[in-house]
T-cell receptor, first 112, second 115 residues
């Protein structure tokens, strides 16, 4: 079993839809959680960063962490064609030496 | 502007050749990382360095080598021993330290193709 599991998709939604992207993990020591967005043939860019449990909102994006269920989510409201990309979750623990463990990424397509 | 640069953007290699991928950062970050990305497999860690003159193997280090002689630079050599080197290579950096925030910032990547 992988430490971090992410549905690879692809996920296709109409413009304006609410998108939910999810990751599950097995290591209860994880406490730093990130979401990256990667456009085709580009490097990933950090989208959201959350420490421990709770919600964080930034514009149309909301990140949720549920440590009791070992489950994290990224919600995109009013999705736009420009949101079409691969979304990667990543996480780490305090004593991991700075290493991140990545999910395999979910490919999202937002159709106009 | 602060950031991470990788060169070249595209690289073609003949079988049996070693090639070196460049990664430079001006973010004053202590830690640097090399990942390999294949379709449908996410990012796999090749090597990482938490401080100058020190580096550790990641999950798939075989067939690769690195050096960290300067804080700003972390070149990756793909040797002829790497059996399947065609992939997208990504360099990243973070503030560093054994604890605390581990946000990593990525360069634009190098696409390596073996002919």
């Amino acid at each position: 079993q992988k430490e971090v599991e992410q549905d690879p998709g692809p996920l296709s939604v109409p413009e304006g839809a609410i998108v939910s992207l999810n990751c599950t993990y097995s290591n209860s020591a994880f406490q730093y959680f990130m979401w990256y967005r990667q456009y085709s043939r580009k490097g990933p860019e950090l989208l959201m960063y959350t420490y421990s449990s709770g919600n964080k909102e930034d514009g149309r994006f909301t990140a949720q962490v549920d440590k009791s269920s070992k489950y994290i989510s990224l919600f995109i409201r009013d999705s736009q064609p420009s949101d079409s990309a691969t979304y990667l979750c990543a996480m780490s623990s305090y004593n991991q030496g700075g290493k991140l463990i990545f999910g395999q990424g979910t490919e999202l397509s937002v159709k106009p | 502007d602060g950031g991470i640069t990788q060169s070249p953007k595209y690289l073609f290699r003949k079988e049996g050749q070693n090639v070196t991928l460049s990664c430079e950062q001006n973010l004053n970050h202590d830690a640097m990382y090399w990942y390999r990305q294949d379709p449908g497999q996410g990012l796999r860690l090749i090597y990482y360095s938490q401080i100058v003159n020190d580096f550790q193997k990641g999950d798939i280090a075989e067939g690769y080598s690195v050096s960290r002689e300067k804080k700003e630079s972390f070149p990756l050599t793909v040797t002829s021993a790497q059996k399947n080197p065609t992939a997208f290579y990504l360099c990243a950096s973070s503030i560093g330290g054994r604890g605390g925030s581990n946000e990593q910032f990525f360069g634009p990547g190098t696409r390596l193709t073996v002919l």
